[in-house]
């Protein structure tokens, strides 16, 4: 995810991640790819600069650290 590419999945528990952004994942729902050919050829400023999708707190190394050392 880190790497700012355009991800395709078929795993619609993406979407209630805190990472999700629909400007990133294209999530397939029973072989129905609709709308996957107009995903692709989106901007992908925005899919690929890392700066707009900072990693949120929770993923911190960090926070990692935190909750090994602490529970």
Known sequence: MCAGKKIVTS??????????S????F???????????????????AATDRRAFPPPE?????HWLDRIFEG
């Open 27 to 45: 999530v397939v729902d029973a072989l129905d790819f609709t709308g996957l050919k107009e995903f692709l050829g989106m901007d992908g400023h």
């Open 22 to 25: 629909s400007d990133r994942f």
């Open 58 to 62: 929770e993923f911190s190394l960090d």
């Open 11 to 20: 795993n619609a528990l993406v979407r209630d991640e805190a990472f999700f």
